[in-house]
């Protein structure tokens, strides 16, 4: 009991503390929850989760603004000018032979007090490396960070189903507990009527109260460590402190089928999602190493405008008064040198490449060790409870005769007292061997990127 409370109370009452209002009074009906529901709510409320969701979003918008630089773009301009001073050109004063003689000229003035002028600009990418590139380098990050939101999933997950078989374990127990006040009770009241007809001595029937007394105690800790594990599962939820809730379920023995435990070794590699998002990302620095080299490919382009232009002295502007002209043509742009900044650039990216690779070996040999560390667990933790099931059964049988035979006079108050220790520690070791078996296997699922079946698409996706 003593390291049940210290593995995992000790770290909800921290959390109880920081939310401070351990002393909050809770009021209202109590909301139910099934695993079901509960993980469902925690998906939907979890602060991070949400914006690892923008950040798909936003990754899917990149996308559209990368095919955006391979569209056509069309721009229309406008513009008035007024002429405060008019430009002017200088001719020789040809009508004038003296003033010709001296070098002399005449200003003319040219132009109006007004002018407009309505332009449409059309341009077109016909070739440019980075521009096409940049669309595939898109698409793969928006895959990327669609696993690292699966991964965040994932993660929220197994928090709230550990936290709700946390409750159910604490829940588990306080009964296991209250059953033993009960018949601690019972053989209290059966030494007292036995000592009364001086059928055992008063040392027995002392060992009875005493033995009753040792067990309150440990029914008040039980009531405060679901209270405390029920904290803990509203902090997952991300429901208010004074909300009162009850949870639905029994902690039972559910064995993970063989198959996905021999296939676990290759399947994290394959469906982790962190591991499958540092591999997107190795394809993405992959492609902005060749954005970069591409700055060494000439780029061609089409373009066209066509103008409405019009100059008056007056401002009585109408249609006729505008003149029309077009143009179209082809840009042609090829960078020669521009101080070995693009070699810099592509072996930036190539180095980032590389890295990227040194964490996909590094991530593929933690998942492997996790993962085979989780299996350890979970054999473990199985062979725990089919052997506390056997003692279990064992220890029941011990405790009714041993308060068999101190009924009848024939036994001592000390066999009943070390009969329901027994018992006690059986049950509550082969309720925490189920417990640790539901956590490795939740916590296989979150390596294995396996996301329970009641979790809706609208998440997952």
């Known amino acids: 009991m003593r390291m049940f409370l210290l593995k995992y109370c000790l770290p909800v009452l921290m959390m109880t503390i920081i939310l401070s209002g351990s002393g909050a009074a809770q009021t209202g009906e109590p909301q139910r929850f099934s695993i079901e529901e509960a993980v469902r709510l925690a998906v939907k409320n979890n602060h991070e989760l949400a914006a690892a969701r923008h950040e798909v979003g936003k990754a899917d918008a990149q996308v559209r ?26 001719f020789p004063n040809i009508f004038d032979s003296a003033a010709s003689k001296r070098g002399e000229v005449t200003a003319i003035e040219i132009g109006s007090d007004n002018s407009f ?25 928006s895959q990327a960070a669609r696993q690292v939101y699966r991964s965040k999933l994932l993660e929220t997950v197994t928090t709230v189903r550990k936290a709700f078989y946390g409750v159910l374990l604490a829940a588990e127990v306080r009964t296991m507990l209250i059953a033993n006040l009960k018949n601690a009770e019972d053989n209290f009241r059966n030494a007292s009527v036995l000592a009364a007809q001086g059928l055992i001595s008063e040392y027995d029937k002392l060992r009875a109260e005493v033995g009753l007394a040792n067990v309150r105690p440990e029914v008040i800790r039980a009531e405060s460590n679901l209270e405390l594990a029920i904290n803990g599962l509203k902090l997952a939820l991300g429901i208010p402190f004074g909300q009162p809730i009850e949870v639905e379920g029994m902690l039972e023995f559910k064995p993970v089928d ?32 060749a954005i970069e080299r591409s700055n060494y490919l000439p780029s061609l382009a089409a373009f066209g405008n066509y103008q409405f232009q019009a100059q008056k002295n007056d401002l009585r502007i109408s249609a006729h008064d505008f003149v029309r002209s077009s143009v179209v043509g082809l840009s042609l742009s090829l960078s020669i040198f521009n101080g ?122």
């Open 340 to 461: 070995l900044r693009t070699g810099a650039r592509v072996e930036q990216a190539e180095l980032e490449t590389r890295k990227t690779q040194e964490s996909i070996k590094r991530t593929e040999m933690t998942l492997q060790t996790a993962v085979q560390s989780t299996l350890m667990s979970l054999k473990r933790a199985r062979e725990r409870v089919e052997a506390q099931g056997r003692t279990v059964e064992l220890a029941e049988q011990g405790y009714r005769i041993a308060s068999t035979r101190f009924r009848s006079g024939s036994g001592t108050q000390l066999e009943v007292t070390d009969a329901q220790l027994a018992l006690t520690t059986a049950k509550t070791n082969r309720m925490q061997a189920i417990y640790d078996y539901h956590v490795a296997s939740m916590e296989l699922d979150q390596l294995l990127g396996r996301a329970p079946g009641y979790i809706s698409s609208e998440y997952e996706d």
């Open 117 to 141: 002028d309505l332009t449409m600009t059309v341009s077109q990418v016909l070739f440019n490396s980075a521009v096409f590139t940049g669309v595939g380098t898109a698409r793969i990050y």
């Open 258 to 289: 063989d198959g996905v435990l021999e296939e676990a070794p290759s399947t994290v590699l394959k469906q982790n999602p962190g591991l499958i998002a540092l591999r997107y990302q190795e394809d993405v620095n992959d492609a902005y190493t």
């Open 65 to 90: 603004e990368a095919w955006g630089y391979a569209l056509p773009s069309i721009d229309l301009s406008g513009r008035y000018t007024r002429a405060i001073k008019k430009p002017v050109f200088f």
